[in-house]
C-alpha cells in the first residue's frame, strides 16, 4: 500500500524500522525534510502493529490459543514513536518522538 506523495519534493529513500524492532523489518519509505517544516515521513507500508495480544490460553492438545485485537486509531495517534532509518545514501538517522498523522495515512511527522 503506498501513501500520497507530499508537496515537498522527491524526498529522501531510505528503510524505516521503530526502536526495538530488528532493522531486516525495516519499512521502506521516504523522509522529506524542508526548511522550516517538521520533517515528514511516509511509508510504504504500516510501521505499528494493528494488533495487540488481549488473552492467551492452553488448549487441550498442548498448544496456546492467542486472541488479538485490532489497535483503535485514536491510540495509534496518540502514540510517541522513535523511528530509525537507513537512507539511500547510507546514513543513518532516527527520528524521536515521531507521531502517526492523518490515519489512516502512514505518515508519521515530528
Known amino acids: 500500500m503506498a501513501t500520497t506523495t507530499s508537496d515537498t519534493g522527491p524526498g529522501l529513500r531510505g528503510r524505516f524500522w521503530l526502536q526495538g524492532t530488528p532493522e531486516g523489518e525495516a519499512i521502506p519509505g521516504r523522509l522529506f ?65 515521531e507521531f502517526t498523522a492523518g490515519w489512516p495515512s502512514l505518515s508519521v511527522i515530528t
Open 33 to 97: 525534510l524542508g526548511a522550516g517544516s517538521h520533517p515528514l515521513l511516509e511509508l510504504d507500508e504500516v510501521l505499528t502493529p494493528m494488533t495487540r495480544e488481549t488473552s492467551r490460553r492452553k488448549l487441550p492438545d498442548g498448544s496456546e490459543g492467542v486472541t488479538s485485537s485490532l489497535v483503535s486509531p485514536q491510540e495509534l495517534v496518540g502514540q510517541s514513536l522513535t523511528i530509525h532509518g537507513e537512507l539511500e545514501t547510507g546514513e543513518l538517522m532516527t527520528l524521536p518522538s
